[in-house]
């Protein structure tokens, strides 16, 4: 949702179950809320947090890059953190 024109009124109107819906509102990060609160929010939603763990789990596989910088490196720390926290109860 972060990155396309559709809604999720768009959504709804084409008929998506609302428990997708609800795990797409929890999966678009605002900017204005710090990182690890928005991973936070969304870890009590099966789905949500099922899509946020296989995203976090490619990005930080460091392998996939031809070349790994220091970014990349904290980048890649940041999501175990946040893979941690999806995974704690």
Not at 23 to 38: G, R
Request: no cysteine; net charge negative; hydrophobic share 40%.
């Amino acid at each position: 949702m972060e990155d396309t024109p559709t809604t999720l009124d768009d959504l709804r109107a084409a008929g998506v179950d609302d428990d997708v819906i609800d795990a797409l509102k929890l999966l678009t990060h605002d900017k204005s809320v710090p990182y690890l609160d928005y991973v936070s929010n969304l870890k009590h939603n099966d789905l949500a947090r099922t899509v946020k763990l296989a995203d976090l789990t490619h990005n930080s596989d460091l392998s996939r890059l031809a070349k790994v910088t220091d970014a990349d490196r904290e980048r890649a720390q940041k999501y175990r953190l946040a893979i941690a926290l999806l995974r704690s109860q």
